[in-house]
């Protein structure tokens, strides 16, 4: 009997895949500047349509034993190892199910969500980026193996459950956070003018 070895590999897109765009010139970070522009509640926020910056990675390392008896009547364990991944690409369009004033709760799939918590200071502004619920340790880089696999150039930042599943999470580039679509913010716009208010000239004379 053949024994199975190495590695093998699968991924699991999450989401629907990338949607119709306009061009990445219609989206802009969602900002707690912009949500006070547009005077947003916890209930607009979720209206909005959002997008992710830049790719999350979720992996998980999966091992399968069985249990075979060869040509000699010997027990033998087989063991395989598999990487099991969900991708979120960047652009990938998404929706926040739960916002606080620091911390939102978004779905890129019916099944599960992430957490995207505020950053005052990130280098795109005062935006909400995605932030896994453990984070790993700072001298954390690529992931350890070779480049033919794929996304060996992701930078592990920590640990994150998703469906009930723990998974070492992943990021391309720093901190993804979150985009929105400037024709879903379009809808909040305000109708305003300015009264000018009414001096005595003002008044039209009797008839």
Not at 84 to 105: E, H, N, R, W, Y
Request: proline share 5%; aromatic share 10%; net charge positive.
């Amino acid at each position: 009997m053949k024994k199975a070895s190495g590695w093998r590999f699968f991924a699991v897109v999450s989401g629907v895949g990338l949607m119709g765009l306009v061009g990445c010139s219609s989206q802009v970070a969602l900002t707690r500047s912009i949500i006070k522009e547009y005077g947003l509640g916890s209930e607009d926020i979720k209206k909005l349509q959002l997008y992710v910056s830049d790719g999350i990675l979720l992996e998980q390392e999966v091992t399968k034993i069985d249990k075979d008896i060869d040509e000699t009547h010997s027990l033998k364990k087989v063991e395989d190892r598999y990487i099991k991944q969900i991708c979120f690409k960047s652009q990938t369009p998404c929706i926040a199910l739960d916002v606080a004033s620091d911390k939102m709760g978004v779905a890129f799939e019916p099944t599960d969500k992430l957490s995207f918590v505020y950053n005052p200071n990130h280098r795109h502004g005062d935006v909400f980026e995605y932030r896994p619920v453990r984070s790993a340790p700072a001298d954390s880089i690529a992931l350890p193996r070779q480049s033919g696999a794929g996304y060996y150039s992701w930078k592990r930042i920590g640990t994150d459950t998703y469906e009930s599943t723990s998974f070492r999470a992943y990021v391309s580039r720093s901190a993804p956070y979150l985009l929105v679509d400037q024709a879903s913010l379009r809808k909040f716009a305000l109708e305003a003018r300015v009264v000018p208010g009414m001096r005595q000239a003002d008044i039209p004379p009797p008839q």
